[in-house]
């Protein structure tokens, strides 16, 4: 089972900071992720801002409707464990 997302910022430049219900935290950038309809919108750092958590889909979501799988998120996130920020 994928944990949910619990708790999500907006760190800027199109990364968030994200929380999993498991403890595993890091930060993901979706600026490469903003393509098609629903996600082209949040290419405007204003409108990507606007991130919260959706507890029914245990993800983050955006006002217009566009949304991430958690799936998606937690893997990226993990693919980042360990790696060291600079």
């Known amino acids: 089972m994928i944990p ?12 968030l900071w994200l929380r ?15 393509w098609g309809e629903v996600f082209e919108p ?19 979501s955006w006002p217009n409707g566009a949304d991430f799988a958690p799936e998606y998120l937690y893997e990226r996130v993990q693919g980042l464990q360990g790696i060291q920020e600079t």
Not at 20 to 34: A, C, P
Not at 42 to 60: H, I, K, P, W, Y
């Open 4 to 15: 949910r997302i619990v708790e999500a910022r907006h760190v800027g430049d199109h990364v």
């Open 20 to 34: 999993f219900s498991d403890g595993v935290q890091g930060k993901v950038d979706l600026r490469g992720d903003l």
């Open 42 to 60: 949040l290419r405007d750092e204003t409108r990507f801002a606007d991130v919260r958590v959706d507890a029914s889909l245990g993800t983050v």
